[in-house]
């Protein structure tokens, strides 16, 4: 028996709902390990979440979620993610994300790593800072050579 779940309508706008308590600049020190809540390193910038329309590949539903920000620390995405997906459950509460800026202590899970991927880093503030001081080079994927088409060594054919 094949069960797929498919994200109805107002499952995905609860996601993109939840999604949007993040942006802005908040105390993140329940979204890591080892950080105080009077930790400055703590206080993170989410510029912008979105969520994708679901896709079915191989009798799998997937969406992607894109998360640009300032920096992020250990953990901070999967525990986000986590969140987001025990509130969409019932588990959590929807005032948890707020809560979680608090002082007080909460803890977070880490959603699983599978399926997580870092797919490009932009280094805007560091190319700013040193990108043009003579001594460093400027951090661009423009100028990576990306080809999927390399065979397995990594060699072109």
Known sequence: MKVIFLFLAEILKLIKDV??????????????????FTDPS???????INIADPFIKENVEFTIITIKGQS????????????????????ASRDTIQQAYN????????APPLGLV???????????KFGKDGQHEALMWEEADLDDDDDENGADE
């Open 19 to 36: 999604s949007s308590e993040y942006l802005g600049s908040h105390n993140f020190h329940n979204f890591t390990s080892g950080k105080k």
């Open 42 to 48: 703590a206080r993170r910038h989410i510029f912008s």
């Open 72 to 91: 992020f620390m250990l953990h901070q995405i999967r525990k986000m993610i986590s969140l987001i997906i025990a509130i969409v459950r019932g588990i």
């Open 103 to 110: 002082a007080d202590k909460i803890d977070v899970p880490k």
């Open 118 to 128: 870092l797919e490009k880093l932009h280094y805007d503030r560091y190319n700013k």
